[in-house]
């Protein structure tokens, strides 16, 4: 199976230091931040990975390279629209699958235990599918988390960073297949921008069905400011 990984992103929250370094480079425990996803990867035996670029495009392509020094694939999309939303990233990378082809779904700012991604292939067959925290309890996994609502079949019923009702936060991981895109173009044949959150949201209310993949007590963190990255940096010193 095939992961994408969306590493477009400005991470403005990170300036200045990401004026001139991209976010996904953005240094925790002495490695970039989309290290430790590619790592995360290869130990759930997925080695075959697409990158999405754009902001810093060619700094991100010449750490990674082919993806040789870390016995993985990696292919490379650029995407000229990223400020317009992590969607058209997404929509991008889909120009390298097969029609209807599954796939893992990655962000470049998540750290993830390789047990989430082994989690997520194990109900492969639920497609789409979202891993959920269903017992988060750091600052930095909730404060500005995507959270959703599940439902006792297990099945999400909304998501956003700002519903009402909510009982699992969003990891960040998907499990997903090439029928996305069509999701994709429906948003944004109204509208400028494109989240992820918003084709999910879509994707429900056209009927299909979001799995909710429960990941909780596995390790994961999201990185967009610099209290988040310090407290990556400590917790992923421990954890090495």
Request: glycine share 8%.
């Given at each position: 199976?095939?992961?994408?990984?969306?590493?477009?992103?400005?991470?403005?929250?990170?300036?200045?230091?990401?004026?001139?370094?991209?976010?996904?480079?953005?240094?925790?425990?002495?490695?970039?931040?989309?290290?430790?996803?590619?790592?995360?990867?290869?130990?759930?035996?997925?080695?075959?990975?697409?990158?999405?670029?754009?902001?810093?495009?060619?700094?991100?392509?010449?750490?990674?390279?082919?993806?040789?020094?870390?016995?993985?694939?990696?292919?490379?999309?650029?995407?000229?629209?990223?400020?317009?939303?992590?969607?058209?990233?997404?929509?991008?990378?889909?120009?390298?699958?097969?029609?209807?082809?599954?796939?893992?779904?990655?962000?470049?700012?998540?750290?993830?235990?390789?047990?989430?991604?082994r989690k997520a292939l194990r109900t492969a067959?639920?497609?789409?599918?979202?891993?959920?925290?269903?017992?988060?309890?750091?600052?930095?996994?909730?404060?500005?988390?995507?959270?959703?609502?599940?439902?006792?079949?297990?099945?999400?019923?909304?998501?956003?960073?700002?519903?009402?009702?909510?009982?699992?936060?969003?990891?960040?991981?998907?499990?997903?297949?090439?029928?996305?895109?069509?999701?994709?173009?429906?948003?944004?044949?109204?509208?400028?921008?494109?989240?992820?959150?918003?084709?999910?949201?879509?994707?429900?209310?056209?009927?299909?069905?979001?799995?909710?993949?429960?990941?909780?007590?596995?390790?994961?963190?999201?990185?967009?400011?610099?209290?988040?990255?310090?407290?990556?940096?400590?917790?992923?010193?421990?954890?090495?």
């Amino acid at each position: 199976m095939k992961a994408i990984i969306l590493a477009a992103g400005r991470g403005e929250r990170l300036l200045p230091l990401t004026k001139y370094c991209p976010k996904p480079l953005a240094s925790a425990a002495g490695k970039p931040l989309l290290e430790y996803t590619v790592e995360s990867l290869k130990q759930a035996s997925v080695k075959d990975l697409i990158i999405v670029t754009g902001y810093h495009a060619q700094a991100i392509q010449e750490y990674f390279g082919d993806g040789t020094k870390f016995d993985v694939r990696i292919s490379y999309v650029y995407n000229p629209f990223f400020e317009n939303g992590n969607g058209t990233s997404l929509k991008a990378a889909t120009s390298l699958l097969s029609t209807g082809e599954p796939f893992l779904l990655l962000m470049s700012d998540h750290c993830i235990d390789a047990g989430i991604v082994r989690k997520a292939l194990r109900t492969a067959r639920s497609a789409p599918l979202l891993c959920v925290d269903r017992s988060s309890h750091h600052l930095s996994q909730i404060k500005d988390a995507t959270k959703v609502f599940v439902d006792p079949g297990g099945f999400i019923l909304n998501i956003g960073k700002h519903i009402a009702r909510w009982n699992g936060i969003d990891t960040g991981v998907f499990l997903l297949d090439g029928n996305i895109i069509k999701v994709i173009k429906r948003v944004e044949s109204h509208s400028n921008t494109v989240t992820i959150s918003d084709c999910m949201r879509a994707l429900i209310r056209d009927g299909e069905s979001l799995r909710a993949c429960d990941v909780s007590g596995l390790f994961w963190l999201d990185v967009d400011t610099f209290d988040d990255l310090i407290f990556a940096d400590s917790i992923l010193r421990e954890v090495a």
